[in-house]
């Protein structure tokens, strides 16, 4: 019995949850389009999270949101809306996992801000777009698709805030981060032209909950 007791206690502090599911809110703005202005707009999003380790994180994502930009009062009086659902797999690398923040205060700080990539698809549904004032008075119009599917390379910096149980086990977490989105496409504003593919980013801030699957990390997690 003094065997187990020990063992158990020996664990505080390094066990921690495989699994968390999680929500989260941001602003958009789309960048590298064919517009000449441009607008912040919301998204929202879901999300499960393998943890591999506290610092190794494979995360699934959901996201709708809107993208928007132009404006009447420009050369070419282009405007768009975008009203598009994503689909999203990152890998997040954290700073814990790659450095000893067990003999410093600030390494321990920085032990959370972490780097994610990954692949994912998002559908974009143009549900306003104006024509080019500009190829309108040549009697010439860019083409258009209201709906299309494009394959994006997601880029993420973030900090991951960890609030510890009784355990010291981290059971919920506050991301913040900032992402780009790579769209390998043109069609994220209704207009195929230029000579760049469209993007968008993002800042997000989201809440995840540890759902079980304890088990124990090689080192210490709460300092």
Same mark, same amino acid.
């Given at each position: 019995?003094?065997?187990?007791?020990?063992? &158990?206690?020996?664990?505080?502090?390094?066990? =921690?949850?495989?699994?968390?599911?999680?929500? &989260?809110?941001?602003?958009?703005?789309?960048?590298?389009? /064919?517009? #000449?202005?441009?607008?912040?707009?919301?998204?929202?999003?879901?999300?499960?999270? =393998? %943890?591999?380790? +506290?610092?190794? %994180? =494979?995360? *699934? %994502?959901?996201?709708?949101?809107?993208?928007?930009?132009?404006?009447?009062?420009?050369?070419?009086?282009?405007?768009?809306?975008?009203?598009?659902?994503?689909?999203?797999?990152?890998?997040?690398?954290?700073?814990?996992?790659?450095?000893?923040?067990?003999?410093?205060?600030?390494?321990?700080?920085?032990?959370?801000?972490?780097?994610?990539?990954?692949?994912?698809?998002? %559908?974009?549904?143009?549900?306003?777009?104006?024509?080019?004032?500009?190829?309108?008075?040549?009697?010439?119009?860019? +083409?258009?698709?209201?709906?299309?599917?494009?394959?994006?390379?997601? *880029?993420?910096?973030?900090?991951?805030?960890?609030?510890?149980?009784?355990?010291? #086990? +981290?059971? *919920?977490?506050?991301?913040?981060?900032?992402?780009?989105?790579?769209?390998?496409?043109?069609?994220?504003?209704?207009?195929?032209?230029?000579?760049?593919? /469209?993007?968008?980013?993002?800042?997000?801030?989201?809440?995840?909950?540890?759902?079980?699957? *304890?088990?124990?990390?090689?080192?210490?997690?709460? =300092?």
């Amino acid at each position: 019995m003094c065997s187990v007791s020990f063992l &158990a206690k020996a664990q505080i502090g390094f066990d =921690y949850a495989q699994y968390d599911v999680g929500f &989260a809110a941001g602003i958009n703005q789309a960048s590298s389009v /064919d517009v #000449q202005t441009l607008k912040t707009t919301p998204s929202i999003n879901l999300n499960f999270t =393998y %943890n591999q380790s +506290p610092f190794l %994180n =494979y995360i *699934v %994502n959901l996201e709708v949101g809107r993208l928007k930009g132009g404006s009447p009062n420009t050369a070419t009086q282009r405007q768009f809306e975008n009203h598009f659902s994503a689909y999203s797999f990152k890998v997040q690398v954290q700073a814990g996992e790659l450095i000893d923040y067990s003999k410093s205060a600030i390494a321990n700080a920085f032990k959370n801000l972490y780097l994610s990539s990954g692949l994912g698809l998002i %559908n974009n549904n143009i549900v306003y777009r104006t024509d080019d004032a500009l190829l309108l008075e040549h009697d010439q119009v860019l +083409p258009f698709e209201p709906k299309t599917n494009e394959i994006f390379i997601p *880029v993420r910096l973030g900090y991951e805030f960890k609030f510890f149980n009784s355990y010291n #086990q +981290p059971s *919920v977490k506050i991301d913040l981060g900032y992402q780009y989105n790579f769209i390998m496409g043109d069609n994220l504003d209704g207009y195929v032209a230029g000579a760049h593919n /469209d993007a968008y980013s993002q800042i997000t801030l989201g809440f995840k909950f540890a759902i079980g699957g *304890v088990t124990s990390y090689r080192k210490q997690i709460h =300092y």
